[in-house]
T-cell receptor
Framework: AQSVTQLDSHVSVSEGTPVLLRCNYS??????LFWYVQHPNKGLQLLLK??????LVKGINGFEAEFKKSETSFHLTKPSAHMSDAAEYFC???????????FGQGTELSVKP | GAVVSQHPSRVICKSGTSVKIECRSL??????MFWYRQFPKQSLMLMAT?????????EQGVEKDKFLINHASLTLSTLTVTSAHPEDSSFYIC??????????????FGPGTRLTVT
């Protein structure tokens, strides 16, 4: 069975500093991996996705993630945090051929002025 | 493109009544839609997979008689919470899969419906 673990429940950074949100996955075969962002009381927005193409994936709003098979990791990064980045972030793995999504526990990102 | 809407965005109902939540894919057809539940400060929990023209597949522990799902067309799935109780109060989110034949398995999410049962 596939699973995903987000290593930090809460990350706090200062505006203008780098962001690192950590995610490890478990999968019996080559997975599809996603990062979604959720602002308070809103639905989810796709930031980026990995589907066995380039291991470094660039997403929207300056975010990117690197798929590292040897470390079973898919960490999300951004060089410089913006106040508007404050939100909940979910690392997600797709299970099976019919696309059931398995969500991580979420990481709350706070950005201090 | 790939916009999913939900209606209503927020609903308050009395205990014992039923509530219907609609999920629509606005600019694409979706043979498969998913319904999730999210408690405050928690992750999304998949409740069921809704397939157009067939019965929904429920996840373990989800009562199918309480959470009725109908996927009558390629752009609309509905979730009806029957005989609602305060413990059913939650944030319900639907998603639709854009292209089931491709390998990306990408889902587009609706904005969610906040249900409060009093």
């Amino acid at each position: 069975a596939q699973s995903v673990t987000q290593l930090d429940s809460h990350v706090s950074v200062s505006e203008g500093t780098p962001v690192l949100l950590r995610c490890n996955y478990s999968s019996s075969y080559s997975p599809s991996l996603f990062w979604y962002v959720q602002h308070p009381n809103k639905g989810l927005q796709l930031l980026l996705k990995y589907t066995s193409a380039a291991t470094l994936v660039k997403g929207i709003n300056g975010f990117e993630a690197e798929f590292k098979k040897s470390e079973t990791s898919f960490h999300l990064t951004k060089p410089s945090a913006h106040m508007s980045d404050a939100a909940e972030y979910f690392c997600v793995v797709s299970e099976g051929d019919w696309g059931k999504l398995i969500f991580g526990q979420g990481t709350e990102l706070s950005v201090k002025p | 493109g790939a916009v999913v809407s939900q209606h209503p965005s927020r609903v308050i109902c009395k205990s014992g009544t039923s509530v219907k939540i609609e999920c629509r894919s606005l600019d694409f057809q979706a043979t498969t839609m998913f319904w999730y539940r999210q408690f405050p400060k928690q992750s999304l929990m998949l409740m069921a997979t809704s397939n157009e023209g067939s019965k929904a597949t429920y996840e373990q522990g989800v009562e199918k008689d309480k959470f009725l799902i109908n996927h009558a067309s390629l752009t609309l799935s509905t979730l009806t919470v029957t005989s609602a109780h305060p413990e059913d109060s939650s944030f319900y989110i639907c998603s639709a899969r854009l292209n089931p034949g491709l390998s990306s398995y990408e889902q587009y999410f609706g904005p969610g419906t906040r249900l409060t049962v009093t």
